[in-house]
T-cell receptor, first 117, second 112 residues
Framework: GAVVSQHPSRVICKSGTSVKIECRSL??????MFWYRQFPKQSLMLMAT?????????EQGVEKDKFLINHASLTLSTLTVTSAHPEDSSFYIC?????????????FGSGTQLSVL | KNQVEQSPQSLIILEGKNCTLQ??????????LRWYKQDTGRGPVSLTI?????NTKSNGRYTATLDADTKQSSLHITASQLSDSASYIC???????????FGKGTTLSVSS
């Protein structure tokens, strides 16, 4: 079945540095990918929708200059947390639908645990 | 306001027992409802997806039901195993092109 690969699975960085997270669709093309953030024991919160070849759409309250999204190809989207601070520490997850209009099949990456010291 | 409410928030059961998780939603118009299993520190994995016309769908020991009239769904787990310990998330999709609405999940702990 369709697989979404997300890397790295865990990253620890110093405050002020930038961290890039990759999300790849391995056996299907994804013109759209979604990025979520999840705090412990909380639901997934949609941060932004990544669109191949165009600008990402950010949810209200998410700083686009803080969370840079690039969707350069039909199989790769990246999320860069710029100038990370301890409050950015969280679990970040990407997902990709195989059919955009109905979101019929939605596959998630394995997540990235970011810890900012 | 579109919402998805799950209950209970957490549940502890003995290995081998059955359990049922609930999901109530107010999303309208409704397109489909999905149940996901999320292990700690991992991404969600799809269990079932049901559209408006489907009342039940099974995936091994997992059986989901849907009542679109009352806007309720349940996930029944039969003969639970230790590996079933996880968070179970109910996700509802509105009309095409709209964002998915996530429930907060039910944390299930299966003990021996």
């Amino acid at each position: 079945g369709a697989v979404v690969s997300q890397h790295p699975s865990r990253v620890i960085c110093k405050s002020g540095t930038s961290v890039k997270i990759e999300c790849r669709s391995l056996d299907f093309q994804a013109t759209t990918m979604f990025w979520y953030r999840q705090f412990p024991k909380q639901s997934l919160m949609l941060m932004a929708t990544s669109n191949e070849g165009s600008k990402a759409t950010y949810e209200q309250g998410v700083e686009k200059d803080k969370f840079l999204i690039n969707h350069a190809s039909l199989t790769l989207s990246t999320l860069t947390v710029t100038s990370a601070h301890p409050e950015d520490s969280s679990f970040y997850i990407c997902s990709a639908p195989t059919r955009v209009l109905t979101n019929e099949k939605l596959f998630f990456g394995s997540g990235t645990q970011l810890s900012v010291l | 306001k579109n919402q998805v409410e799950q209950s209970p928030q957490s549940l502890i059961i003995l290995e081998g027992k059955n359990c049922t998780l609930q999901c109530n939603y107010t999303v309208s118009p409704f397109s489909n409802l999905r149940w996901y299993k999320q292990d700690t520190g991992r991404g969600p994995v799809s269990l079932t997806i049901m559209t408006f016309s489907e009342n039940t769908k099974s995936n091994g020991r997992y059986t989901a039901t849907l009542d679109a009239d009352t806007k309720q769904s349940s996930l029944h787990i039969t003969a639970s195993q230790l590996s079933d310990s996880a968070s179970y998330i109910c996700v509802v999709s509105g009309q095409a092109g709209t964002a998915l609405i996530f429930g907060k999940g039910t944390t299930l702990s299966v003990s021996s």
